[in-house]
T-cell receptor, first 113, second 117 residues
Framework: GDSVTQMEGPVTLSEEAFLTINCTYT??????LFWYVQYPGEGLQLLLK?????DKGSNKGFEATYRKETTSFHLEKGSVQVSDSAVYFC????????????FGTGTQLKVEL | NAGVTQTPKFQVLKTGQSMTLQCAQD?????MSWYRQDPGMGLRLIHY???????DQGEVPNGYNVSRSTTEDFPLRLLSAAPSQTSVYFC????????????????FGPGTRLLVL
């Protein structure tokens, strides 16, 4: 079946460090890919998305590129801030699958001064 | 515009009790869904609805009922609570079920934390 695999956390970084959170997927067809962020005590918010191969999603300094050849959608940020501390979820939605999302298990990011 | 609202924020139940988790959205979204979030398992889809009067099962529907009598509301009912239903429950909505580009973004509520003893 369709699935999303994320690197396990927690990931602990110092402020201004470079961030990579790995995400790979298994899906039939060509899914749309998403990164959602969950700040403490809140619901999930869409961070960025990509709908086809080689698309790059970007928002708030975060980027992710849809790599069909490696079935990956890794999240990156050049310089993290304490305010980026949150749980990050990678997700996919199948073309023709309505709006049902399949989520990864989430990666907790902690950024320290 | 309140977005997606959920009540209650936190609830404790005893095994066998029933309750309804409320979800409402004021964005005139067609699509609404319920997820549960468990440690190490991400979010799993319980039930979803593509419009008033239409509901369907997701990945983990057992033990839960839903109905959609209005566009705005999508309550989730636990008929006989079990400890395995201890979780955080999120409601989400979006404009489109068909996933027309730009309309598929799902908006999540703040969650209901449920503890079943």
């Amino acid at each position: 079946g369709d699935s999303v695999t994320q690197m396990e956390g927690p990931v602990t970084l110092s402020e201004e460090a470079f961030l990579t959170i790995n995400c790979t997927y298994t899906a039939t067809g060509y899914p749309s890919l998403f990164w959602y962020v969950q700040y403490p005590g809140e619901g999930l918010q869409l961070l960025l998305k990509a709908t086809k191969a080689d698309d790059k999603g970007s928002n708030k300094g975060f980027e992710a590129t849809y790599r069909k050849e490696t079935t990956s959608f890794h999240l990156e940020k050049g310089s993290v801030q304490v305010s980026d501390s949150a749980v990050y979820f990678c997700a996919l939605r199948l073309t023709g699958g309505g709006n049902k999302l399949t989520f990864g298990t989430g990666t907790q990011l902690k950024v320290e001064l | 515009n309140a977005g997606v609202t959920q009540t209650p924020k936190f609830q404790v139940l005893k095994t066998g009790q029933s309750m309804t988790l409320q979800c409402a959205q004021d964005m005139n979204h067609e699509y609404m869904s319920w997820y549960r979030q468990d440690p190490g398992m991400g979010l799993r889809l319980i039930h979803y609805s593509v419009g008033a009067g239409i509901t369907d099962q997701g990945e983990v529907p057992n033990g839960y009922n839903v109905s959609r009598s209005t566009t705005e509301d999508f309550p989730l009912r636990l008929l006989s609570a079990a400890p395995s239903q201890t979780s955080v429950y999120f409601c989400a909505s979006s404009y489109s079920f068909g996933g027309r580009s730009g309309q598929e973004t799902q908006y999540f509520g703040p969650g209901t934390r449920l503890l079943v003893l």
